[in-house]
């Protein structure tokens, strides 16, 4: 398949709002994404010291470039640049080498989606999120590529997975607009950031937890990502028993299961990752820290909801009659 990894040449562009981003700019943009949006899961693909060096060096891939610069000032509410500008110089260029896929290529495009959706262009983010897609396929991101060296691995494994992240804003339970169907995945859980920036090789775990993992070398990003995993499974599951295609005879013992899978994944966390007010404050990432446990109550939330009478996405009132009363009783007070 495609593997092209090689930046584009050339560093010089005669576009609208381009002799805005001079190198000053763009250094300054990289290493506020690095401060500001690299905490966030969805933005933590980026090698930090090789995208710094490249842009000190001006020999940054001009889509990314571009890229970065634009959902850094988005972000950030600079509103005296020309993010707009720079958004739609990275798209025009990534579909003008449609049909030279590249590494550099999909982290600008990924870049660029979430610009589009960030900035209320959902449909052009939802077409250019299928493209992303396509170009993740091409390149077998949802391999090992056990040969290459440790960082060029777990950058591509840190593309993919932020890939499959957007799959939050399009798929919602439904499985026919799913990116990143999880049994095409065959990937290893992204490592600690510590490990990462050293490139230290390590193994850390797949998506289903496995006695085997190493659980100190997942770190947040990688528990996050396992959250995610089970919060989709509740949607889907709440949009079955809402079309009716649960038995109420299941359901009891189906939620006790996403109970005990939700309880496993919080106890398995480090000693530094479980939650307190201590670990909050002396966390290297407590923006990741609170989505991860943000998140574990949110799934509490999506899989109790359908039980509550008069609420509108509750499961239809015929079914909910037909359950037992305790577990209703026991959902509601939960």
Same mark, same amino acid.
């Given at each position: 398949?495609?593997?092209?990894?090689?930046?584009?040449?050339?560093?010089?562009?005669?576009?609208?709002?381009?002799?805005?981003?001079?190198?000053?700019?763009?250094?300054?943009?990289?290493?506020?994404?690095?401060?500001?949006?690299?905490?966030?899961?969805?933005?933590?693909?980026?090698?930090?010291?090789?995208?710094?060096?490249?842009?000190?060096?001006?020999?940054?891939?001009?889509?990314?470039?571009?890229?970065?610069?634009?959902?850094?000032?988005?972000?950030?509410?600079?509103?005296?640049?020309?993010?707009?500008?720079?958004?739609?110089?990275?798209?025009?260029?990534?579909?003008?080498?449609?049909?030279?896929?590249?590494?550099?290529?999909?982290?600008?495009?990924?870049?660029?989606?979430?610009?589009?959706?960030?900035?209320?262009?959902?449909?052009?983010?939802?077409?250019? @999120?299928?493209?992303?897609?396509?170009? @993740?396929?091409?390149?077998?991101?949802?391999?090992?590529?056990?040969?290459?060296?440790?960082?060029?691995?777990?950058?591509?494994?840190?593309?993919?997975?932020?890939?499959?992240?957007?799959?939050?804003?399009?798929?919602?339970?439904?499985?026919?607009?799913?990116?990143?169907?999880?049994?095409?995945?065959?990937?290893?859980?992204?490592?600690?950031?510590?490990?990462?920036?050293?490139?230290?090789?390590?193994?850390?775990?797949?998506?289903?937890?496995?006695?085997?993992?190493?659980?100190?070398?997942?770190?947040?990003?990688?528990?996050?990502?396992?959250?995610?995993?089970?919060?989709?499974?509740?949607?889907?599951?709440?949009?079955?028993?809402?079309?009716?295609?649960?038995?109420?005879?299941?359901?009891?013992?189906?939620?006790?299961?996403?109970?005990?899978?939700?309880?496993?994944?919080?106890?398995?966390?480090?000693?530094?990752?479980?939650?307190?007010?201590?670990?909050?404050?002396?966390?290297?990432?407590?923006?990741?820290?609170?989505?991860?446990?943000?998140?574990?109550?949110?799934?509490?939330?999506?899989?109790?909801?359908?039980?509550?009478?008069?609420?509108?996405?509750?499961?239809?009132?015929?079914?909910?009659?037909?359950?037992?009363?305790?577990?209703?009783?026991?959902?509601?007070?939960?």
């Amino acid at each position: 398949m495609i593997d092209n990894e090689s930046p584009s040449s050339g560093t010089t562009e005669n576009t609208p709002g381009a002799s805005l981003l001079d190198l000053s700019t763009v250094v300054g943009l990289v290493e506020d994404y690095f401060d500001y949006l690299y905490p966030l899961p969805s933005f933590a693909f980026l090698h930090k010291p090789t995208v710094i060096r490249r842009c000190q060096d001006d020999t940054i891939n001009k889509p990314l470039k571009f890229a970065i610069c634009a959902i850094t000032s988005l972000h950030l509410q600079r509103t005296s640049l020309c993010h707009h500008l720079w958004a739609q110089q990275a798209e025009q260029l990534l579909l003008q080498q449609i049909s030279r896929p590249s590494i550099f290529h999909l982290q600008a495009l990924l870049l660029v989606v979430r610009y589009r959706i960030e900035s209320g262009e959902f449909p052009t983010a939802f077409m250019l @999120a299928g493209l992303a897609a396509r170009t @993740a396929v091409a390149l077998r991101l949802n391999y090992e590529r056990s040969e290459l060296a440790f960082v060029a691995q777990e950058a591509r494994r840190r593309l993919f997975w932020a890939l499959y992240l957007l799959d939050d804003y399009f798929c919602v339970g439904l499985r026919e607009f799913e990116l990143c169907p999880e049994e095409t995945i065959h990937l290893q859980l992204p490592c600690r950031e510590e490990i990462f920036a050293t490139g230290q090789p390590c193994q850390t775990g797949m998506l289903r937890p496995r006695a085997s993992d190493n659980v100190a070398a997942i770190g947040l990003r990688g528990a996050f990502l396992r959250l995610t995993s089970e919060r989709r499974a509740i949607m889907r599951f709440n949009r079955r028993v809402g079309l009716g295609e649960v038995s109420s005879s299941t359901i009891g013992g189906r939620i006790r299961q996403f109970e005990r899978d939700l309880a496993g994944l919080l106890s398995s966390l480090i000693p530094g990752h479980q939650y307190s007010v201590t670990n909050l404050v002396s966390s290297e990432l407590p923006a990741q820290f609170a989505m991860l446990h943000m998140s574990y109550h949110q799934c509490h939330c999506d899989l109790y909801r359908m039980f509550l009478n008069g609420y509108s996405e509750a499961a239809p009132s015929k079914l909910l009659a037909s359950i037992r009363t305790q577990d209703r009783i026991s959902s509601e007070s939960d």
